[in-house]
């Protein structure tokens, strides 16, 4: 047996010890678990989870109105239309990202049951938020990062993540590329027994459901309605369920919720070849596509974070027009921010055009910049891995091969994901995973999971049932059709 | 000697070490992938370490971890990149587009 299968045959038992957590109790079936159960075993209501928040200085965050932005976009679409665009201000949390809203409750709970440091598996904001909320907490903290292929050139988005990590006090243990880094998560996970500060524990997932909450009271109090819509952009889903449930918990159930990923179709993302031809490092299909279609791939037994569930429409954008809107939001607002908000941003320059001027739509989140996540150190970086830079002109975008940059706001694009074709997906992800009859409450559970009638789920089923497939990656779900 | 008294002796160092070798890796990676080992990468305190040689580092969690030597005292060298043309167009389309803009 080799180590990685020496750990992996351990998985389950290291994560009970490593999560305080016995997700057993919540299976009810081959399939079905009870997710309100879940979600609702850390006894605290969303009140609560905003206290914790608040006394580490997470949180209540600035809600600005991109007045400049919404005036350009106005001249561009018919009269009446051009909705007021606003963007949460979440640079503004300890380590620069809303990530800090999800590694306080992490912190806060390793801290509650008395471990003495926390782990997290991630080449994201969530290590340097892990790392500062666990400063705070006095505990350890390993961040567990993917962070260089195998000639030892790392992604500079990642190296400035790996820098403020060490500058906040954590341990960075960096990997080359592949899926096994979850192997070395158990592995310093069993030596250390630190808390796994896993991004979809339910814990994770509250301390989110507060910005969805906190958008709502701020547009209300500024135009004594809902947001129209809230655009959230679309990773590992945490984002897209968090500020789902923290809407409806205002209130705020008209409100459309549309997840944005940066389109990286055609680059795989355990490839070692493919790591360093890529712009964004989180955000985009490589992560969203999967993990909508089946979210329980994660380092915990169950994902809190199920995309599918809130979910109201998908929307992909290109890496160029995400360089397009973080140049347009510091020229028009003075705003220098991170890439990950400009995602969800660029959908919203072109969708704002689908809503009444006096309609509202939200960007979710800022963060924080400087180098390696800079526009320039992205972008030079890309033309040194041998990736084509443009501007305009007719050449399409290749992710991987030629990053186009609009020369104006009329060549940003959508291309709008069958959310159909991601359902059936899911469904057949599901079936592939089945061991045993599946029973009417997993019909059930399968349909309110993927927000599709239980008569979809039984034809998905009778279509897919005798040729089980792998779990599909992005690029079998269909995403081209253009806006 | 307390982990604490650790922490502050030695030399800061970065090592590596064969995580898993090529036959070790998950079924089903890219080739690309499969056919390399997995690397893994931490700093350290370390006693007298060499580049090249074999040394034990004391991380910041406190844990020690064996490998070779890669680099003494690490910094960090990733910086803010330079502009490529085609961003400057691209900055200056926008610069062009603002200036015909009032905000209401």
Known sequence: ?483 | MSAGTDLFQGTWAEICWVELRPEERAASLPAATSEKPLIGRVRGTADRPVIGEIATVVTRSGRRVEGTVTAILPGYEHGFGRPLPAWIRMRDAIAVARRGVTAS
């Open chain 1, 1 to 483: 047996m080799s180590r990685y299968t020496d750990i992996m045959s351990r998985r389950a038992d290291i994560l009970r010890t490593a999560t305080g957590l016995d997700y057993d109790a919540f299976e009810r079936g081959p399939l079905a678990f009870d997710y309100e159960a879940l979600l609702g075993s850390t006894g605290m209501g969303i009140d609560e989870v905003a206290d914790i928040q608040r006394s580490r200085g997470v949180g209540d965050t600035p809600l600005i109105e991109l007045h400049a932005l919404t005036a350009w976009v106005r001249e561009h679409v018919p009269s009446g239309k051009g909705a007021r665009i606003m963007v949460k201000d979440e640079a503004a949390n300890p380590s620069g990202s809303f990530k800090d809203r999800r590694a306080v409750m992490s912190a806060y709970l390793a801290h509650e049951l008395g471990y003495r440091g926390v782990v997290a598996a991630t080449s994201g904001n969530y290590g340097a938020a892990v790392a500062s909320q666990a400063a705070k907490s006095g505990l350890a903290a390993i961040i567990v990062q993917e962070a260089f292929d195998s000639a030892g050139h790392g992604q500079p988005e990642i190296i400035e993540k790996a820098r403020k990590c060490e500058a906040l006090g954590a341990e960075v243990l960096q990997t080359t590329v592949g899926p096994e880094l979850f192997a070395v998560l158990l592995s310093v996970l069993e030596e250390t027994g630190y808390y796994n500060a896993s991004l979809y524990t339910p814990m994770s997932i509250q301390g989110i459901e507060t910005l969805g909450h906190e958008i709502a009271d701020q547009v209300m109090a500024v135009t004594g309605r809902q947001p129209a819509a809230v655009l959230a952009t679309h990773a590992g889903g945490g984002m897209v369920t968090g500020v789902a449930r923290g809407l409806r918990a205002h209130g705020a159930r008209e409100t459309e919720v549309v997840a944005v990923s940066v389109d990286l179709a055609g680059l795989h993302m355990a490839s070692d070849a493919d790591f360093n031809r890529k712009s964004f490092t989180t955000g985009h299909t490589g992560f969203s596509i999967p993990f909508t279609s089946w979210p329980d791939r994660v380092d915990v037994p169950r994902n809190a974070a199920r995309p599918l569930r809130y979910i109201d429409r998908f929307v992909t954008v290109d890496q160029g027009a995400v360089f397009f809107a973080t140049e347009a939001l510091a020229q028009f607002e003075g705003l220098e921010r991170g890439p990950a908000g400009n995602t969800s941003l660029a959908a919203a320059l072109v969708v704002a055009a689908e809503y009444d001027r006096d309609d509202v739509i939200v960007v979710t989140e800022t963060e924080y910049t400087g180098a390696g996540k800079a526009p320039w150190a992205q972008l030079s970086f890309a033309d040194e891995m041998g990736v084509e830079v443009v501007c305009g002109g007719s050449a399409p975008q290749k992710p991987g091969e030629r990053i186009v940059l609009p020369a104006g706001l009329d060549q940003l694009r959508l291309s709008q994901v069958d959310l159909d074709s991601v359902r059936h997906s899911y469904v057949r992800a599901a079936l592939a995973r089945r061991d045993g009859d599946l029973t009417d409450d997993d019909i059930r559970f399968l349909a309110e999971d993927s927000r599709a009638t239980t008569d979809d789920v039984r034809r998905h089923i009778c279509a897919l049932s005798d040729t089980p497939v792998p779990v599909p990656e992005q690029d079998s779900i269909q995403t081209r059709k253009q806006i």
